[in-house]
């Protein structure tokens, strides 16, 4: 689950899908929100696009959203998955949705959860249930027996809250205007809103909210490092959003200037053209345009009817999407030696797609730039990346990588000039370095490297939790 919306305020529930669909970058399987009338619970999902859920004309005082990114198990493949697989859910007097991934969730209950969601939502309403109704103690319970990432918002009675896990892997926003409170994963779905963005959740911070706007704020648990996800302002984050007091698109700017000067040092022919790969690397493009005193050229566009390649489940879709993803300009490619800009690659299927397509429409040379590092270990904390093998890094050297994706050089970032450019040291950076923040965590990665696994659904991790 990667896009979470909460709304405190009487609120047209068309307009929270419109908001809702400013979160779709973050996960395109499915979709959902659930809103309160009159103390009673509803809720409405759809696969794929927020769009498709159908609601009433209507206004709420309660409102939550999700859209879907599958990291445990499959995708949703009919409409009869919709009710166990997609969020929000509503458990005993706890609605809840969730960004993140939960790693222990076998270790805890017995019961099959298609969605971790799920899972936090019934175990913080019997936290609330064995702790008098204390929401703060209900909390303090979940961090104890929870290992991974979890950023919640959710409603209990007449109340809205939102919590952030206490090392804060996933960002969760809020502002407050009038008699209006969101809560949301990214600063843009406030922008649109109209709602000035109040700060960020912080980590191990539980905010509740009432109906007259009134914010209570308690610490749960404060540890004395953070570790957010470095690739939120990499790939996932749209570049208006602003995490940690980062403005994603300065963020990116920067690491487009890093890699500008690795390549000048590289000593390589000059490019005729910089050309970003759309939509994430335009601002690293940029930069790097800037630096190298070179034209950035919109050579490669985007079919804007296909989602994002790597949040895709199968090799076969991934295959399939890169092979109809993008549109050349031909006249700008023939004899020109091109600089291409992307925020990653990580199996290496679009890389290698792009550089064919660049050459067989004459291009002298094709450069490749990345704005990641290479990724080499599997994550455990919310990006769907199972299985050291779907890495190219992981078992290719840079050259090896360069030859297969048939590149002429490939640019990667350091990590040294990644953490610069972010401005934040307390990251998690796992699947660069293999140094998982967390105790079960670490626990799976053992077990994997001891006993391995067969295939690349997530549920392995889970089956190696027992």
Not at 240 to 262: C, P, S
Request: glycine share 8%; with cysteine.
């Amino acid at each position: 689950m990667c896009g979470v919306l909460g709304i405190l305020g009487e609120y047209s529930l068309r307009g929270a899908r419109d908001l809702l669909l400013l979160l779709a970058h973050r996960g395109q399987d499915a979709s959902g929100l659930l809103w309160v009338e009159d103390r009673q619970v509803t809720t409405s999902r759809s696969m794929g696009s927020p769009a498709r859920i159908i609601v009433p004309d209507k206004v709420s005082q309660f409102i939550l959203g999700s859209t879907r990114y599958p990291t445990t198990g499959r995708r949703v493949t009919s409409e009869e998955d919709l009710e166990t697989f997609v969020g929000p859910f509503h458990r005993g007097r706890v609605s809840l949705t969730h960004n993140g991934n939960v790693t222990n969730v076998k270790v805890l209950s017995s019961k099959r959860y298609d969605c971790d969601t799920e899972f936090l939502a019934e175990r913080l309403s019997n936290n609330i249930n064995s702790n008098d109704g204390s929401l703060q103690k209900a909390f303090k319970d979940l961090e104890s027996e929870i290992d991974g990432a979890f950023s919640v918002v959710g409603v209990l009675d007449d109340k809205l809250f939102a919590y952030r896990d206490s090392r804060g892997f996933k960002p969760l926003v809020f502002g407050r205007s009038g008699d209006t409170t969101i809560v949301a994963s990214e600063s843009t779905v406030l922008d649109m809103a109209g709602v000035p963005m109040e700060r960020d959740v912080y980590p191990g911070e539980l905010l509740i909210f009432d109906t007259g706007g009134v914010m209570e704020s308690y610490s749960i648990l404060q540890n004395a490092l953070h570790t957010h996800c470095f690739f939120e302002y990499v790939y996932f984050a749209h570049p208006a959003a602003t995490i940690e007091n980062q403005l994603v698109y300065d963020v990116r700017f920067r690491l487009g200037r890093a890699l500008g000067q690795t390549f000048i040092r590289m000593n390589l022919d000059p490019p005729d053209y910089i050309v970003p790969v759309p939509d994430t690397s335009r601002p690293a493009a940029q930069a790097m345009a800037e630096m190298l005193q070179v034209p950035i050229r919109e050579i490669i566009l985007k079919n804007r009817y296909l989602g994002r390649t790597f949040i895709l489940r199968s090799q076969e879709e991934r295959d399939s999407m890169a092979s109809n993803k993008y549109i050349y300009l031909d006249g700008k490619i023939k004899g020109k030696n091109i600089l291409v800009v992307d925020d990653s690659i990580v199996r290496g299927t679009t890389a290698r797609k792009i550089v064919a397509d660049l050459k067989k429409r004459g291009a002298e040379k094709v450069y490749f730039a990345v704005t990641c590092p290479p990724q080499t270990h599997a994550c455990y904390y919310g990006i769907d990346i199972a299985t050291d093998r779907e890495l190219i890094a992981s078992t290719s050297s840079i050259q090896e990588i360069a030859d297969f994706v048939q590149a002429d050089a490939l640019i990667y970032q350091e990590t040294s000039t990644l953490e610069n450019a972010i401005g934040i040291k307390d990251l998690c950076l796992a699947c660069l370095d293999g140094k998982y923040p967390t105790e079960h965590a670490r626990k799976i990665r053992d077990k994997v490297q001891e006993l391995g696994t067969t295939h690349n659904e997530r549920d392995y991790e889970r089956e190696l939790s027992e």
